[in-house]
C-alpha cells in the first residue's frame, strides 16, 4: 500500500532525493488493529502483533543524531506530553502542521525539574528507559492517577541492567528519580506480556554495553 496512493490513511512517507521505488516508500503499517503482515527483503513475510507507540517515535528520534521526521501523529495529550519533555531534554522539534513535526536530536541534557507525563502511563515506562540509558539524573512524574500506579515491571528489568531508580517513599510509585547510565544488556523474560515493558528495556539496551 503506498502512501502516494492511500494519503487519507496518513501513512508515513519520505519523498526525499535519492527515494526509490517510484519515489516513495512506506512503512509497514495497518490501519486494522491486531496487527501487521511485512514482507521482508528475503521475500518472507512476518506478522507483527504489537504496534509502536507513538511515543517511541519521538523517544527514536530525540536519541537519534540528525534530524528525524515524524508524521501521522496525533494532537492527544499523552503525545503532547512527550514532546515537551524531549524538548526540555534539548531535542529540537519543529511542527511542520497536519500531524508531522521534525525532531533534532542526538544531545540530551539534564534538567533542573521534574519531567510531567500527565496521565499517560505508557509515557512514564517508555521514557523510564529512555532516561535510564542518559548519563544524568532525572525525575518522572505524572499526575494523581499515575502517582498510584506501580511501577515494579519496568523498574525491575532496569535495576537487572544497572540503572539507579528510586521511587517514592522507597517504593515503585512516581514520582520516579532515574540516576542512568553504565547500563549493561541482558535477556530478559516478560513475566507478563507487555508491550510498555519490552519498549521500557528495548529503550534502555540502546545505551547498554
Not at 71 to 99: F, H, N, P, Q, W
Not at 156 to 177: H, I
Not at 178 to 204: D, H, M, T, W
Amino acid at each position: 500500500m503506498s502512501c502516494l496512493h492511500e494519503p487519507h490513511l496518513g501513512l508515513p512517507c519520505d519523498l526525499s532525493a535519492g527515494t526509490r521505488h517510484d519515489g516513495f516508500h512506506a512503512a509497514a503499517r495497518s490501519v486494522h488493529p491486531g496487527g501487521v503482515n511485512a514482507a521482508f527483503a528475503d521475500g518472507h513475510v512476518g506478522f507483527f502483533d504489537d504496534d509502536i507507540d507513538l511515543i517511541v517515535w519521538q523517544g527514536m528520534a530525540a536519541l537519534a543524531d540528525g534530524t528525524s521526521t515524524v508524521r501521522g501523529l496525533s494532537d492527544g495529550g499523552d503525545v503532547a506530553c512527550t514532546r515537551r519533555i524531549i524538548e526540555a531534554l534539548g531535542a529540537d522539534v519543529v511542527d511542520a502542521g497536519d500531524g508531522t513535526i521534525s525532531i533534532r536530536g542526538g544531545r540530551l541534557e539534564a534538567v533542573d525539574h521534574p519531567l510531567d507525563v500527565g496521565n499517560s502511563g505508557t509515557g512514564i515506562r517508555l521514557l523510564a528507559g529512555l532516561l535510564a540509558g542518559q548519563p544524568f539524573r532525572s525525575v518522572l512524574d505524572g499526575d494523581a492517577s499515575i502517582r498510584r500506579r506501580p511501577m515494579d515491571r519496568v523498574l525491575d528489568p532496569l535495576r537487572l541492567m544497572g540503572a539507579t531508580v528510586d521511587g517514592r517513599d522507597g517504593l515503585s510509585l512516581a514520582p520516579l528519580e532515574i540516576r542512568g547510565g553504565g547500563l549493561r544488556g541482558i535477556e530478559y523474560r516478560l513475566p507478563v506480556a507487555s508491550a510498555q515493558v519490552k519498549g521500557c528495556v528495548l529503550f534502555a539496551g540502546l545505551s547498554a554495553d
